[in-house]
C-alpha cells in the first residue's frame, strides 16, 4: 500500500482526487487542476509535498561531506540560506536534485524527491566522509508549500516575524499557530512562495490554519496536477521524467549548479562539458496536442530526441514540451517535428523559461 | 454522476442523442470527470464517414489521451467548431455545449445495440468498482 501523509484524512474531507505519486497517495486536485494553477498565479495555493524527503548533515565536518555528495559549491551558502543542488554518480549521471540549507555552521538539512528518498539515504551514507553523520527525518517533518503572489499577505498573520525579512532562498526558524516550524523561501511553481517544515505529528492544525488564511486571499488548495503544469511552466525539471541517472548535468541544461570542487562524478563531468551530445529544450507545438514523454522528436526528418515533459500551459494557452535534442541547431526558432500516436506535428524550439514572472506582490 | 435517462450509452463511455435520422454525439459526465481538464479535441470534418466501434477523434487532458468511438454508423453532418476554442466545455457541459458531432445515423438497427441509462450506470459501477 502507498504511503500516506499526515494530511491525507483532510485531502480526503476536501473531495480530494487521490492518486499514486513516487509510492504516496497524494491530491491530485481538489476541484479543478486549471483553477489551482490559476489560483497560484494570480493568488496563492497550499500544496501538501511532505511525500519529499529530508536529511539532516551534522557534525563539524558536514560541509565538507556536502561538497563532496553534491555539485554546488556548498561553501558558498552562510546560515539560513539555501541553494539549489544534485547528487550524481561517478560516470556523471543525476542520481537526484535537491535542495541543500545551512541550519548553521555544523548543520545542513537537505531536501529530496520522494521516490528516490530510500535510495538517497543510502547513497549519501555510503559516500559520506568526515565527522559527519546523516539522519533521515523525513518521517518526522510534514512540508507544506504557500506559493503565489498573494503567498506573504496569507502567511503573514500566522508567523511571529515580518517576512519582508525573508529573502528569497533563505530560511529560518518560526512559530506558526503555535507550532515551531521552518519557514523557507523556496517553491517548485516560478511564483514567490514559502515552504514551510512542520513536525507531522502537529501539522493538522497548521494546514487548516494556513488554508483559511489562503482562502481569505482568494487561493485554493492544489494538488500535484497543478504543481506539474506550474513547474514546467517555469522551466522547472522532474527527476525521474526530464532527468534520471542517464543524464548529465551539462545535457539537463543544469550546469549552473555544478561550480564545486571535490564532488563526486567531477572527473567525468569536466572531460564531458564540452558540447554534450544531446540538450534539454523548451518547445511550444505549432499545431495542437500535448507532447507526451517518450514521444519521438524530429529535425528535417531525422529523428533526434524524444519528449520528456508536456502539457496545455494554462498561462500561455499554448501546448509545451522539455525535449533532449542531439546534434545542433538548438537555438530558439529550430522547427522541430513531434510524433503523436504516430502524427507529425510542427513544433518550434523556445527559450525556457516559458513563464517568468513579472511582479511582486506584498512581501 | 450525472447520466441523463433519455440519452443512449456506449461501454466506451459516449452517448447518443438520436432525433429524427441525426444523433448528436458526445461523453459522458463519468468520462470528462476521469479525464479531467480536457484541453484538446481532435474531430473529423463534416462528411466523414464512420462505422460503429471505430475511432472518430480524440479527447486530450493533460493527465491523458483517449480515443473517441463511433456509437453508431454514418456520415458527420456538423462538428461543434467551438471545442476548437473552448475544450473546457467537455467538463463544464458534457451532455449539452460540449457535445461532438452529429451523424446521419446510417443503420437505425445499431441503435438497440447501445445501452439505456440504467445499464451504462451499472456498467461504470462494475467498472469502477471491480
Known amino acids: 500500500m502507498a504511503h500516506r501523509t499526515p494530511l491525507y484524512d483532510e ?35 497550499l500544496f ?36 539549489y543542488s544534485l547528487l550524481c554518480n561517478e560516470q556523471g549521471g543525476i542520481v537526484d536534485d535537491l535542495i541543500v540549507y545551512r541550519l548553521g555552521p555544523a ?34 517533518w510534514a512540508l507544506l ?60 492544525p497548521a494546514w487548516r490554519a494556513l488554508l483559511a488564511r489562503v482562502r481569505d486571499e482568494g487561493g485554493l488548495p492544489a494538488g500535484l496536477a497543478a504543481r506539474d503544469t506550474l513547474r514546467l511552466e517555469a522551466g522547472l525539471l522532474l527527476y525521474g521524467t526530464d532527468m534520471d541517472a542517464t543524464t548529465t548535468p551539462w545535457e539537463a541544461g543544469l550546469g549552473w549548479v555544478v561550480k564545486g570542487t571535490e564532488y563526486i562524478g567531477r572527473a567525468a563531468l569536466e572531460a564531458a562539458r564540452q558540447g554534450p551530445r544531446r540538450r534539454l529544450v523548451g518547445l511550444v507545438m505549432d499545431e495542437p496536442g500535448v507532447p507526451r514523454h517518450g514521444a519521438p522528436v524530429l529535425r528535417a526528418g531525422q529523428r533526434v530526441g524524444a519528449v520528456t515533459s508536456g502539457t496545455k500551459s494554462p498561462t500561455l494557452d499554448s501546448f509545451i514540451g522539455l525535449a533532449y535534442v542531439s546534434g545542433e541547431p538548438t537555438t530558439p526558432g529550430t522547427p522541430l517535428t513531434v510524433e503523436m500516436r504516430g502524427k507529425p506535428l510542427r513544433a518550434h524550439v523556445v527559450a525556457r523559461p516559458f513563464y517568468r514572472r513579472q511582479t511582486k506582490e506584498g512581501a | 454522476m450525472n447520466i441523463p435517462g433519455e440519452l443512449r450509452y456506449t461501454k466506451d463511455h459516449e452517448w447518443l442523442r438520436v432525433e429524427g435520422d441525426i444523433g448528436e454525439v458526445g461523453i459522458t459526465d463519468f468520462a470528462q470527470d476521469s479525464l479531467g481538464d480536457v484541453v484538446f479535441v481532435e474531430l473529423p470534418a463534416v462528411g466523414a464517414r464512420l462505422t460503429r466501434g471505430a475511432t472518430f477523434g480524440v479527447v486530450e487532458s493533460n493527465k491523458s489521451v483517449s480515443d473517441l468511438f463511433a456509437p453508431v454508423s454514418g456520415e458527420v453532418v456538423a462538428v461543434n467548431d467551438r471545442l476548437a476554442e473552448q475544450p473546457e466545455l467537455v467538463n463544464q457541459s458534457p451532455y449539452q455545449d460540449g457535445w461532438m458531432i452529429r451523424v446521419r445515423i446510417g443503420k437505425a438497427g445499431e441503435l438497440g445495440e447501445l445501452l439505456d441509462a440504467a445499464a451504462y450506470e451499472a456498467h461504470v459501477a462494475s467498472e469502477h468498482h471491480g
Open chain 1, 48 to 83: 501538501d509535498v511532505s511525500h519529499m524527503g529530508e536529511v539532516e548533515l551534522r557534525g563539524p565536518g558536514a560541509m565538507a561531506a556536502m561538497a563532496r555528495l553534491a555539485t554546488n559549491d556548498v561553501h558558498r551558502l552562510a546560515d539560513g540560506q539555501a541553494q
Open chain 1, 107 to 140: 548543520q545542513l538539512f537537505v531536501v529530496v524527491n520522494a521516490a528516490t528518498t530510500v535510495a538517497d539515504v543510502a547513497w549519501m551514507r555510503a559516500h559520506l566522509t568526515g565527522e559527519a553523520s546523516l539522519d533521515d527525518q523525513s518521517d518526522a
Open chain 1, 145 to 204: 508549500a504557500l506559493q503565489g503572489p498573494r503567498a506573504a499577505r496569507a502567511l503573514g498573520p500566522l508567523v511571529g516575524r515580518p517576512l519582508d525579512t525573508l529573502a528569497s532562498f533563505t530560511i529560518r526558524d518560526d512559530v506558526l499557530a503555535g507550532c515551531p516550524v521552518r519557514v523557507a523561501r523556496t517553491g517548485y511553481t516560478g511564483e514567490d512562495g514559502f515552504e514551510l517544515f512542520v513536525p507531522a505529528d502537529q501539522v493538522v
Open chain 1, 11 to 45: 485531502h480526503r474531507a476536501l473531495g480530494a482526487r487521490l492518486v499514486e505519486f513516487g509510492g504516496w497517495d497524494m491530491p491530485l486536485s481538489y476541484t479543478s487542476a486549471l483553477e489551482e494553477h490559476r489560483a497560484v498565479r494570480t493568488r496563492c495555493g
